[in-house]
């Protein structure tokens, strides 16, 4: 077996679900007067503020309230030092949902008891599958799907009538798989400009630098975790077996913390944002 072959670690990247730029916040908001978040977005999403505090970018929240169409409620994440006080105006923004995935929006076209009805819609094609949920915007309730057909949804509780607006998600964020070369790696290192990211420099040239961006809610500095699960993984991938030219990176358990992610991450894992 030829033992120069590449190798590489597959990262799940969270899918960007909205981008936009913001308008004047009042308070720790994400606001935007060309918005639809209602029909977009979820509690928990991650929102990344990409221009301010430094050139690439770094504030990163969690929304804590879908409070109208214009405006998300936040709770900045992160170390102290990279966390902001909302989404100044002018500012570009991208939306990630770690937890749901959007599958449709639309307003229930009659009354039917013990269903959602939209003549509108076909379900099936858009993947509503049982078990999903569907909040009703205009009321405020979730209840569970428990029966699909082409116009029409079986749901838990009777909740929906004509003219209410709705929105249908699963569980399990839209992702896809990127991938990093392991090979000649010379050095794994936190960016100065941000705790979040992690630079990680090659051998082969002084200017060959891949970049892991990634949400985590502890509120120290640099973190050492992180960078030492990337080290862990370029060994790994290198000891691994040469017809397996991919290691799959683990994740990495973010420890719970009353203090400082009580509502959000406890037990679950860091998420990747971008890898360039």
Same mark, same amino acid.
């Given at each position: 077996?030829?033992?120069?072959?590449?190798?590489?670690?597959?990262?799940?990247?969270?899918? /960007?679900?909205?981008?936009?730029?913001?308008?004047?916040?009042?308070?720790?908001?994400?606001?935007?007067?060309?918005?639809?978040?209602?029909?977009?977005?979820?509690?928990?999403?991650?929102?990344?503020?990409?221009?301010?505090? *430094?050139?690439?970018?770094?504030?990163?929240?969690?929304?804590?309230?879908?409070? *109208?169409?214009?405006?998300?409620?936040?709770?900045? @994440?992160?170390? /102290?030092?990279?966390?902001?006080?909302?989404?100044?105006?002018?500012?570009?923004?991208?939306?990630?949902?770690?937890?749901?995935?959007?599958?449709?929006?639309?307003?229930? *076209?009659?009354?039917?008891?013990?269903?959602?009805?939209?003549?509108?819609?076909?379900? @099936?094609?858009?993947?509503?599958?049982?078990?999903?949920?569907?909040?009703?915007?205009?009321?405020? &309730?979730?209840?569970? @799907?428990?029966?699909?057909?082409?116009?029409?949804?079986?749901?838990?509780?009777?909740?929906?009538?004509?003219?209410?607006?709705?929105?249908?998600?699963?569980?399990?964020?839209?992702?896809? #798989?990127?991938?990093?070369?392991?090979?000649?790696?010379?050095?794994?290192?936190? &960016?100065?400009?941000?705790?979040?990211?992690?630079?990680?420099?090659?051998?082969?040239?002084?200017?060959?630098?891949?970049?892991?961006?990634?949400?985590?809610?502890?509120?120290?500095?640099?973190?050492? #975790?992180?960078?030492?699960?990337?080290? #862990?993984?370029?060994?790994?991938?290198?000891?691994?077996?040469?017809?397996?030219?991919?290691?799959?990176?683990?994740?990495?358990?973010?420890?719970?913390? *009353?203090?400082?992610?009580?509502?959000?991450?406890?037990?679950?894992?860091?998420? @990747?944002?971008?890898?360039?």
């Amino acid at each position: 077996m030829n033992q120069t072959m590449e190798k590489f670690i597959n990262f799940k990247q969270l899918d /960007v679900v909205l981008t936009g730029t913001a308008t004047t916040p009042t308070g720790v908001t994400l606001t935007d007067t060309a918005a639809t978040f209602t029909q977009h977005v979820l509690v928990n999403a991650i929102v990344w503020d990409r221009t301010t505090g *430094s050139a690439t970018g770094g504030e990163k929240y969690i929304v804590t309230a879908v409070t *109208s169409d214009t405006v998300l409620g936040l709770q900045a @994440i992160g170390p /102290v030092a990279d966390q902001g006080t909302g989404v100044p105006d002018g500012v570009g923004y991208f939306i990630y949902m770690p937890e749901y995935t959007k599958l449709q929006y639309g307003t229930a *076209s009659a009354t039917s008891a013990g269903y959602l009805v939209d003549s509108a819609v076909n379900f @099936i094609l858009v993947g509503v599958k049982p078990g999903d949920y569907v909040k009703d915007l205009t009321g405020g &309730s979730v209840t569970r @799907i428990t029966s699909v057909s082409k116009t029409q949804l079986g749901v838990s509780e009777d909740i929906f009538v004509s003219g209410d607006e709705y929105l249908i998600y699963k569980e399990g964020a839209e992702s896809h #798989d990127k991938m990093i070369r392991s090979a000649n790696v010379a050095d794994v290192s936190n &960016s100065a400009s941000t705790s979040s990211i992690i630079n990680i420099t090659y051998d082969v040239a002084g200017t060959d630098v891949g970049r892991v961006d990634y949400a985590y809610s502890s509120t120290t500095g640099a973190n050492s #975790d992180m960078r030492g699960a990337i080290q #862990d993984a370029i060994v790994s991938s290198l000891e691994t077996e040469w017809t397996d030219v991919t290691y799959d990176f683990p994740g990495l358990p973010n420890a719970y913390n *009353s203090g400082s992610n009580s509502t959000w991450l406890g037990g679950k894992e860091y998420f @990747i944002l971008r890898l360039t």
